[in-house]
């Protein structure tokens, strides 16, 4: 853990749960209290550090920032926290005013962050010119979000037991470790700048991309059908592609010489049966690849029986030998 957040490489770190209460809170609190050397700025893709859960209604940790960390706020949290920040910047994103600050002193505090992939991208560079060495973002599992773009350097994936029971948990990790496991797509740099751009799905005749007019593969599956009955060469994918889809599609796409190449691996909303036979009958590749560089658990369930940690941390560390999980509750531990 120690070697990823120190690192030169990662200058933007994103926290992501599989499910909610997950524990990203507690995990970025930790990282800020074990690090305080580094110069942190910190954002969210939502509000996080309130009081209280709104569905469970149970306590919830604050956001603790030491002197000289900078973060995203509202104005409730603004009044609330009064001389011990400093103001840097106002911002507006539709309609909603937000406020860049410096921490003058340690303080406990709720951050929040603008709602699209676009407005997040422009706070971190803000954040950089002010001077951030390291931003640390509350991010989410969606492939519309800022933690899926190129943007960010590393992902923390947060392993909460609230998702469900061990082998639900472990289907799960071994999905995502499939998706994270996709290979990057050869292209060239131009390729590379046409399909990030492209919000719809794009054809490869020959060597060039070309547009198909469909933005989502959902009731347009015998037109996308149609298409590749020509001589294709590749199909990009930038929305999701789920388990009806491929019971549609799947055989179609199963051609020799068809490269598929998916904008990011959560666009593949597949089961792991159907991901597992989708990556073994096709060639897939994602143009932005799944950072996911570290595990974090939570043996603590919101809403549920809570799972014994010892016991739920022996159970992943034996099914996945080879990856490294670190417990929330040994982060201190890690970070020393």
Known sequence: MKNLITARATR??????????????????????????LKWAVMTTGIDGEE?????MTHKPQVSLQTGMLFCCDAQSLDALCSRVQVLSALTYNNRKLFLAKALHPLKTQITGPSSVLQQGKLIAQFRALGAEKVLVDGSLDRKS?????TIDALILLVG??????????????????LRDLPQAELTRYEEKRLKRADEILIKHKTRWRSSKIESLIQHEKQ????????????????????KLYEKLGKSLAKSDLKIIFRHPECLKLSQLHLQSFL????????????????ALNSTAIGKDSIAADSFRQQIRATFPNETFFDIMEIDNAGS
């Open 12 to 37: 933007n770190l994103a926290l992501v749960g599989i499910s909610k209460n997950s524990g990203k809170t507690s995990l970025l609190n930790a990282i800020l209290k074990d690090f305080p050397s």
């Open 52 to 56: 209280k859960d709104l569905v469970y």
């Open 146 to 150: 800022i933690a899926m773009e190129d």
């Open 161 to 178: 037991a609230s998702y469900g029971s061990i082998e639900q948990i472990t289907e799960e990790l071994k999905r995502l470790m499939m």
């Open 224 to 243: 996308l059908l149609e298409l590749l009955e020509r001589e294709t060469k590749a199909l990009y994918i930038p929305t999701s592609f789920t388990d």
């Open 280 to 295: 073994k009958s096709c060639q897939v590749s994602c143009l932005i690849p799944f950072k996911i560089k570290a595990f």
